[in-house]
């Protein structure tokens, strides 16, 4: 089948969208699932045509640009619409069993169309190929983010996603002050005709930074990460695990790619540092002060500010001869990110359900009443401990080897030392729950639940054992 045709269909969630929202109740548990399976084989459908072309273009009603809107469609677009979709298809099956604050049943209705409208935001912001569709994705990305943390309706989630929104609008508004000074300058959208119409000066210079603080803003970014930990950490279970896995995600996605891909002439060696040395504080302080919480979804929440901060590592990197290493690295740990920090906050939801609170010391006896949960949290927990067989193993390999084999030693060594900090909080977590609490009492939980979890964790150990084929079709994009 033509890709002009099956690319369409990897925006089908947001037709599911309206769907779930007239069905309820009706359109569970099928909806997901069929979605799920469809922009799957739109997947499987286009993988053919991509290997043999290396990247697909689809010019939207026959329009080229500069006048028209184009897709880019390639290997890390594959990857990330991938992982998008194995983490909204198990949170939806999740999020089935769920139901926070019980007697609420009826507000939480609402995550369903929520949920297929970030699904199909986040699909339309990786294929997006201008900086104002781009704009235009990342609002809905946005708005649909603010909704998920505030669905609870207590207090203090809905302060947590007013501050969040605020925060976004700036970084919003900081992102279209750049697009105006660009498409001011040299008279496109188009990212393509923008990388080649850009010249290094004063105006490409402003623009990147606006670009850059509204993307580090939204992406919670050290050292504008505050807003993150709270709207994590007091949304709903199944929601904290699509914030922290992909919206984040794809937000990242656009600065890495805009920065590397349209403004690498303008980054200049010293920047370039600059970007690595915020990463490295990223994750030695977001490290440290997930050592310091008491609340499970608290930990995994400043996990994220630190797990943030490695693919910024890779940005010096991709200067010098390992830069096919660092790319593959960088985007490798981000998709083995998703996958394992969405299995974190699930199971942190399903301890949560069990025992009505989620502090870590007053969880004596979990492990012995859910093994399945614990184990999943140790699968996911050796992505972020970088510990074979998993992906973020070969994520910070290749990043290893970009950096010494670049002389960059000092790089490599924050790596190695991220490791064990993240050793440092998850055992501090795993060593309570393993505690023997004698008959305390803990709610049933739906097998679902816990299944759905495990799932993800396992796909971040999959990852790592069939890296072969997906480091290759990262390093197959074209760096600039």
């Not at 739109?42 to 697909?56: D, I, T």
């Not at 896995?245 to 990242?252: E, K, Q």
């Not at 960059?408 to 505690?435: C, D, E, M, N, S």
């Amino acid at each position: 089948m033509s890709p002009a045709l099956l690319l369409p269909g990897l925006i089908l969630p947001l037709v599911a969208a309206p769907v779930s929202f007239l069905l309820g109740r009706r359109a569970l548990p099928w909806l997901p699932w069929l979605v799920a399976l469809m922009v799957a084989g739109c997947l499987c459908g286009l993988a053919a045509p991509l290997l043999s072309e290396g990247e697909l273009f689809l010019h939207l009603g026959n329009w080229e640009p500069p006048l028209g809107l184009r897709w880019r469609f390639d290997g890390l677009v594959w990857g990330m619409i991938a992982a998008t979709t194995l983490v909204c298809l198990a949170v939806a099956v999740y999020a089935d069993g769920y139901v926070p604050n019980r007697g609420r049943r009826g507000r939480w209705l609402g995550f369903w169309p929520v949920l297929f409208f970030l699904w199909g935001a986040l699909n339309s912001l990786f294929l997006a190929g201008d900086i104002f569709n781009i704009y235009v994705t990342l609002e809905l990305v946005s708005l649909a983010a603010v909704a998920l943390v505030t669905l609870d309706g207590r207090p203090q989630a809905l302060a947590a996603g007013m501050r969040y929104l605020l925060l976004a609008l700036v970084g919003s508004l900081c992102y279209l002050l750049g697009i105006a000074l660009l498409y001011a300058s040299f008279g496109v959208l188009d990212a393509a005709l923008l990388a080649e119409r850009l010249q290094p000066g004063m105006t490409a210079s402003l623009a990147m930074a606006l670009l850059g603080v509204g993307l580090f803003l939204k992406t919670a970014l050290f050292p504008v990460h505050g807003w993150l930990p709270a709207a994590h950490g007091e949304a709903p279970a199944p929601a904290s695990a699509l914030l922290s896995s992909l919206v984040v995600m794809g937000s990242l996605y656009v600065l890495l790619r805009l920065w590397l891909e349209l403004f690498g002439a303008v980054l200049t060696p010293g920047l370039r540092q600059f970007v690595a040395v915020l990463g490295a504080a990223a994750v030695l302080w977001g490290s440290w002060l997930a050592m310091r919480q008491r609340r499970l979804k608290l930990v995994v929440a400043y996990s994220t500010v630190a797990q943030l901060g490695y693919p910024l590592l890779m940005v010096p990197l991709l200067e010098t001869s390992g830069a096919a290493a660092a790319w593959s690295g960088g985007f490798y740990l981000l998709l083995s990110h998703a996958l394992a920090k969405a299995s974190m906050f699930l199971v942190a939801g399903v301890l949560l359900h069990a025992q009505g609170h989620d502090r870590i010391f007053q969880s004596r006896g979990f492990a012995g009443r859910y093994p399945m949960s614990v184990f999943a949290f140790g699968l996911a927990a050796l992505t972020l401990l970088a510990l074979p067989p998993s992906g973020g193993f070969i994520g910070k390999w290749l990043l290893l080897e970009a950096s010494f084999g670049s002389g960059q030693w000092w790089w490599g060594l924050v790596l190695l030392l991220g490791g064990l900090l993240a050793a440092g909080y998850v055992f501090r977590v795993l060593v309570p729950i393993f505690g023997d609490a004698g008959h305390r009492h803990l709610e049933a939980v739906p097998l679902r639940m816990e299944l759905a979890a495990l799932s993800l964790a396992v796909g971040s150990v999959v990852l790592g054992l069939v890296a072969g084929a997906p480091v290759r079709a990262l390093q197959a994009v074209v760096l600039p």
